[in-house]
């Protein structure tokens, strides 16, 4: 896999769904400790605004474009075929494959309702998925003791593919602060835990094709996401334009992968 584009001078991989399954699938197999980042407008833009979480993102293994926005700079910025690697979407993919490869999975995040109804999604579509760990960690912190606690649970389970949905950018953080503790690929898919466990709904894909995601969750959480949006939004379409233009440069690049 190579890097294709840096917007906002951040490494997203120009990938695919199959590619991305395929890459997340032989980490987990060999048993290494890996983290990937679904990144849209938000998790760009939230780096831009954080070197801490700046840092996540050069530490990625493998950060997929998550909304159309990000997958229209990428072709701007040199990836023509670029599409939109979508954390639900993705997920379900890697449920699909892992029961498929009898790869052991969990789940890490959102509400004891979420997960319990995420067990059963499970139980009924895929039989023969080995769900091997499934928790809703607490909404605070978790204090070192029960960070531990969680850690050793994760990996006395077995799983080698944990879904993480703790939110952005907490999931982020805590997946980058657990890499090499936790034995397993970390996958960052926030709202995919709430998505699969119908506790909301989709936007319909004209509006996710379009790149109107984000006015239909703005509909449905406005106290929660319109001042994220009208932070990020408008500075992101500024900044890719200038940087498409050649007028504004990044010097945050972390460098090429392949």
Request: charged share 20%; proline share 6%.
């Amino acid at each position: 896999m190579t890097i294709q584009c840096f917007p906002l001078g951040h490494r997203v991989d120009a990938t695919s769904y199959d590619e991305a399954v395929g890459t997340i699938l032989g980490w987990a197999q060999r048993g290494e400790s890996r983290y990937v980042v679904a990144a849209p407008v938000a998790s760009l833009m939230e780096a831009y605004d954080s070197s801490e979480f700046r840092d996540v993102l050069a530490h990625s293994d493998l950060t997929t474009p998550d909304g159309m926005p990000v997958v229209w700079a990428l072709r701007l910025l040199g990836a023509p075929h670029a599409s939109r690697v979508y954390g639900p979407n993705l997920t379900l993919a890697l449920i699909a494959a892992a029961e498929r490869e009898t790869v052991p999975f969990g789940f890490y995040g959102s509400s004891e309702t979420a997960i319990r109804r995420i067990r059963d999604f499970v139980s009924r579509k895929h039989p023969e998925a080995r769900l091997v760990y499934a928790i809703s960690p607490p909404f605070r912190a978790a204090t070192p003791v029960e960070d531990a606690r969680f850690v050793e649970q994760i990996n006395s389970s077995g799983t080698r593919i944990l879904f993480v949905g703790t939110g952005s950018p907490r999931q982020e953080l805590w997946m980058r602060a657990h890499r090499g503790s936790v034995r397993a690929v970390m996958v960052g898919v926030g709202a995919a835990f709430d998505y699969i466990a119908g506790l909301k709904k989709q936007a319909p894909e004209w509006m996710q094709n379009r790149g109107l995601e984000w006015l239909f969750r703005l509909a449905q959480e406005p106290r929660r996401l319109l001042v994220r949006n009208l932070k990020h939004n408008p500075r992101y379409a500024v900044l890719v334009a200038l940087q498409v233009l050649g007028l504004r440069s990044f010097d945050n690049c972390p460098g090429l992968r392949t």
